[in-house]
Nanobody, 122 residues
Framework: QVKLVESGGGLVQTGGSLRLSCGTS????????MAWFRQAPGTERLFVAA???????TYSDSVKGRFAISRDNAKRTLYLQMNDLKREDTAVYYC????????????????WGQGTQVTVSS
């Protein structure tokens, strides 16, 4: 059974930083593409960033230059470093595992974590 566990969310002031982590089981991590999505109340789940097994990366325009996605293959962990946080970054952040393609579509990812809340206050 694939299990993804996010951590690192919390309350931060605008301009602050947080680092999210997502631990995975080995079977889910090897060769897979991984991504972060976020969902604010009453809205759809939106793409944030994705990274392939070999390191190709893509970001949404809203976080480009502020967020950095990375993965530690030895630790089977995905990270999202979030800098210069804004109120509009407030959301539940989810990590997801896909088959290997670098895609922004939620439907292309097979497994999801339970989410971690990020709240940015002014």
């Amino acid at each position: 059974q694939v299990k993804l566990v996010e951590s690192g969310g919390g309350l931060v002031q605008t301009g602050g930083s947080l680092r999210l982590s997502c631990g995975t089981s080995e079977g889910a991590f090897r060769g897979a593409s991984m991504a972060w999505f976020r969902q604010a109340p009453g809205t759809e789940r939106l793409f944030v960033a994705a990274i392939r097994w070999f390191g190709d990366i893509t970001y949404s325009d809203s976080v480009k230059g502020r967020f950095a996605i990375s993965r530690d293959n030895a630790k089977r962990t995905l990270y999202l470093q979030m800098n210069d946080l804004k109120r509009e970054d407030t959301a539940v952040y989810y990590c997801a595992v896909g088959s290997g393609a670098l895609t922004t579509a939620p439907g292309s990812y097979d497994h999801w974590g339970q989410g971690t809340q990020v709240t940015v206050s002014s």
